[in-house]
C-alpha cells in the first residue's frame, strides 16, 4: 500500500507527483501511456498496472486527467466503483460546476471531493499556491496534509460539491478579462512606443490599487447599493469611447474596445447612466436573448 495513488501523468500530474514525492509521500501511479511515469520511478513510485490497481493501491486517490469526461471513462472500468469505497477520491480535472455534481452522483457512495487548481505547473508545491476543494470537510480533513503538499493554500468552499468549479471559473474569468484588457494595452503601448516591459511592471506595482476597486465593486453589488458613485457609469462608459477611437487612430484590434463600449451602451440604454460601475451586473442578470 502506498499513501496516495495518482491518475494522469500529464504536465500538472507530473509536477503533483514530483511534488508529493518531495513531502516523502508514497506513490502509486498510472496512466494510458505508461512511458511518462518513467522518470517518476526511482523514487519509490509504484506503476499500477491498471486504473483499477491504482485504485486499489491507496486510501487516498487523486484523478488529473483532461476533463471529467475523459475521468469518467477511466473510473467507470469493471471494479473501480466498489474499490473506491472507503477511500477518498479527489476530483482535479478541469470542468464546470455540473460536471461536478454529475461525477459526484456517478460515484455515489465514495468519499469525493472536487478540486480546482488555481496554479500552473510550476507553481505546485509552493506554500501559496491556492486549491479550492469543495465536499464533506471530514473527507478533506481525511487528507489534508497531501493536499497541501501540493498547494499550500488549500480553501475548503463548502460541502455543495459544485462550489469549487464555481469559484475557479469565477477567478479564471477576472483573471483573462484582466488578461484581455492586458494585451490590449500593450498594443497601446507599442503603438506609442512605450515600453512593454515597463508597463507591466507598473500594472503589477498598483495591483492593490486595482484589486481594491474590484473589492468595492463586488461590495456594491452585495449590498445592492449602486447609487452616490465617485465616477458613474457614464463617466465610465466615456472611457470605452476614447478605447475605440485611439484604437482607429492607431490602426489597431478593436476587438476588445468594441466589445467595452458595446457594454457600456447596453448599461446606458438600460438608464445606468448615473449609478456607478457595479451596475453593470443588472444589465448581465438580464436573460439571453434568442439568438
Known amino acids: 500500500m502506498t499513501d496516495v495513488s495518482l491518475i494522469g501523468l500529464g504536465p500538472m500530474g507530473i509536477a503533483l507527483a514530483r511534488a508529493l514525492q518531495s513531502s516523502k509521500f508514497t506513490l502509486t501511479v498510472w496512466n494510458r501511456t505508461a512511458e511518462r511515469a518513467k522518470p517518476l520511478l526511482n523514487q519509490g513510485t509504484v506503476l499500477a498496472p491498471t486504473a483499477l490497481a491504482a485504485v486499489q493501491a491507496s486510501p487516498v486517490v487523486l484523478v488529473c486527467v483532461a476533463d471529467y469526461s475523459a475521468s469518467r471513462a477511466i473510473l467507470a472500468a469493471p471494479g473501480v466503483h466498489d474499490a473506491l469505497r472507503g477511500k477518498v477520491l479527489v476530483q482535479l480535472s478541469t470542468g464546470t460546476p455540473q460536471d461536478a455534481r454529475d461525477d459526484w452522483a456517478a460515484l455515489s457512495g465514495v468519499a469525493y471531493l472536487d478540486g480546482a487548481l488555481l496554479a500552473t505547473p510550476g507553481q505546485i508545491g509552493r506554500p501559496d499556491t491556492p486549491l479550492f476543494i469543495s465536499g464533506e470537510a471530514r473527507a478533506l480533513a481525511a487528507c489534508r496534509p497531501l493536499l497541501e503538499a501540493i498547494a499550500g493554500n488549500t480553501q475548503h468552499m463548502g460541502e455543495p460539491i459544485g462550489n469549487a468549479a464555481a469559484w475557479d471559473l469565477a477567478t479564471l474569468s477576472c ?14 503601448c507599442e ?16 495591483s492593490p490599487v486595482l484589486g481594491e476597486m474590484i473589492q468595492a465593486e463586488g461590495e456594491a453589488i452585495h449590498a445592492g447599493r449602486y447609487g452616490e458613485p465617485e465616477s458613474s457609469m457614464a463617466t465610465c462608459a466615456g472611457s470605452g469611447r476614447l478605447f475605440v477611437k485611439q484604437a482607429r487612430e492607431a490602426q489597431l484590434d478593436a476587438s476588445f474596445p468594441e466589445f467595452l463600449k458595446g457594454q457600456f451602451d447596453r448599461a446606458l440604454g438600460a438608464g445606468l ?3 456607478r460601475l457595479a451596475a453593470m451586473v443588472k444589465v ?5 436573448q434568442p439568438a
Do not use: C, K, T, Y
Open 175 to 188: 483573471m483573462f478579462g484582466a488578461m484581455s484588457g492586458f494585451f490590449h494595452g500593450v498594443r497601446i
Open 191 to 206: 503603438a506609442e512606443g512605450l515600453p512593454v516591459d515597463g508597463f507591466s511592471q507598473m500594472i503589477g506595482a498598483i
Open 273 to 275: 447612466g448615473n449609478e
Open 284 to 288: 448581465l442578470r438580464q436573460p439571453p
